[in-house]
């Protein structure tokens, strides 16, 4: 009797224990829970050992997707602080993205910013979520590379499929009414288009877990603690002075923060890995990323005429119009849904009318105007 109860207490121990992440550095698991980043475990998806979730001031807008964000280092081996863009990660490091829609108890998708029943600890509870797919970022020695999986219909685990895919789906908005889109999960190399923050090189890199857009509190099953603070205590963060000699960019819905910080933060993320300097947009001129860089006037927007005509205008002459968000380029190209007119060109089907409202009061709150 005694061996026996040895035994159920052994096996309960070990099935409440985390997955042991496993670095694939050379091939490509058909399955994402030979990874051990997370795993299915009744009714979560728990965060496998010594994997640290993480959060962004202000998310990139994918058609009102909920997603969970983590990081796992190999021990011994830290990240490097870098002010002004991602941290720089040693090889062997694997960042993961899960896309995942809240559910009510009749398994209707919402479309809501309410996260309060997404979690189970640090993980999902699956019992109120809809997993939709997993993005894995592994730096092998070679560089980044992108994997895309796609969750079963049985939500027990998510499939390699480097070629993408389509599904389509039904979201309930606050007000009650039906939105019917198809979510596209890219594929490998359109994950490239968008990860490759240099034109250039054509690098792959990371670009959420940057300084900027990482330097606040996060919720950890230990407590609150800033996000910068909590990755150099753990030893994966080195050369980090303090959170607030840090940038950080603001929460573009949290109206305590200008307009002008929460405008700048959203079009940092949804549009600033394009338009840089060095970036796929280069030859726009247009530079929408650092909110805390200082660009000339005209590659901000203001009044500047576009290098091209066509759709993607919408028949408007200026980027950004001050006071006038209606004949602005940025607001148009940010409400449509033309493949041939929209930005961003991809990582949604539908519009963030949250976000397109938020921009059009900044322009619209702009003084001046366009000779």
């Not at 079009?267 to 970036?279: A, E, Q, S, T, Y």
Request: hydrophobic share 35%; with cysteine.
């Amino acid at each position: 009797m005694r061996l026996w109860l040895t035994l159920l207490v052994f096996v309960v121990a070990c099935s409440e224990a985390p997955p042991t992440v496993t670095p694939h550095m050379e091939e490509n698991p058909e399955r994402l829970s030979a990874w051990g980043i997370v795993a299915v475990r009744g009714d979560e998806l728990a965060l496998g050992h010594d994997v640290v979730p993480y959060d962004l001031n202000t998310p990139l807008y994918t058609d009102a997707a909920h997603k969970l964000r983590n990081l796992w280092i190999p021990p011994g081996k830290s990240a490097q602080y870098q002010e002004g863009q991602a941290l720089d990660f040693p090889h062997g490091t694997i960042i993961s993205k899960t896309f995942y829609y809240p559910k009510d108890d009749a398994g209707t998708l919402l479309n809501t910013y309410d996260m309060s029943t997404d979690f189970a600890g640090e993980g999902l509870n699956l019992r109120a979520v809809r997993l939709i797919e997993t993005r894995l970022l592994v730096h092998r020695e070679t560089g980044w590379v992108a994997l895309p999986y796609i969750w079963n219909k049985a939500q027990t685990d998510a499939v390699l499929e480097r070629t993408g895919g389509a599904m389509a789906l039904r979201l309930q908005k606050g007000d009650g009414q039906m939105q019917d889109f198809t979510y596209v999960v890219p594929n490998t190399n359109q994950c490239a288009g968008c990860h490759a923050p240099n034109a250039t090189t054509k690098a792959i890199k990371p670009i959420g877990p940057a300084t900027r857009h990482l330097n606040k509190p996060y919720t950890y099953a230990g407590g609150v603690e800033n996000q910068l603070e909590h990755l150099a205590r753990l030893g994966y963060l080195r050369g980090f002075d303090s959170a607030e000699a840090a940038p950080r960019n603001a929460n573009w819905r949290d109206e305590n923060e200008t307009l002008d910080s929460r405008a700048r933060a959203y079009l940092d993320i949804n549009c600033g890995h394009c338009h840089n300097p060095v970036g796929a947009a280069d030859t726009s001129a247009l530079y929408l990323d650092r909110p805390e860089h200082t660009y000339p006037t005209g590659n901000t927007g203001l009044c500047k005429p576009p290098v091209a005509a066509g759709q993607g205008t919408g028949g408007y002459r200026f980027s950004i119009v001050p006071g006038k968000a209606e004949q602005s380029i940025l607001v148009y190209r940010m409400a449509s849904t033309n493949p041939a007119a929209m930005m961003p060109e991809l990582g949604r089907s539908t519009a963030d009318t949250d976000g397109v409202a938020l921009i059009t009061a900044w322009i619209n709150a702009m003084e001046g105007g366009c000779e």
